[in-house]
């Protein structure tokens, strides 16, 4: 599998923007995931979905804003986000997992990631 994050950019506070994140070649998937890190910080849990059947899950920071969903015919994962704030700011990075044995919200569980698209919110 390899993935494809589009769709960032620059976007005042209070904006929205739509992340897309293409899979290509031999799918074995059973999570979607997105990520983001800041400069200097840690990588954080974004948002997830399951592949086959579409529970979500959220970090906490973004919940009510962010909402995660997903094409399974184009091989497509979208990451809507609303409301945008500028501590959302971050480089943002799809994965892929195979089975999650611990938590989805841990990005050990992800074995594939896309190259990343920056999201800067200014104020």
């Known amino acids: 599998v390899q993935l494809q994050a589009s769709g960032g950019g620059l976007v005042q506070a209070g904006g929205s923007l739509r992340l897309s994140c293409t899979a290509s070649?031999?799918?074995?998937?059973?999570?979607m995931g997105w990520f983001r890190q800041a400069p200097g910080k840690e990588p954080e849990f974004v948002a997830a979905?399951?592949?086959?059947?579409?529970?979500?899950y959220y970090g906490d920071s973004v919940k009510g804003r962010f909402t995660i969903s997903k094409d399974n015919a184009k091989k497509l994962t979208y990451l809507q986000m609303n409301g945008l704030k500028a501590e959302d700011t971050a480089v943002y990075f799809c994965?892929?997992?195979?089975?999650?044995?611990?938590?989805?919200?841990?990005?050990?569980?992800?074995?594939?990631w896309g190259q990343g698209t920056q999201v800067t919110v200014s104020s």
């Open positions: 979905i399951r592949w086959n059947g579409g529970s979500a």
């Open positions: 070649g031999r799918l074995s998937i059973s999570f």
């Open positions: 994965a892929s997992s195979n089975g999650i044995t611990s938590s989805v919200f841990n990005p050990t569980m992800y074995h594939t």
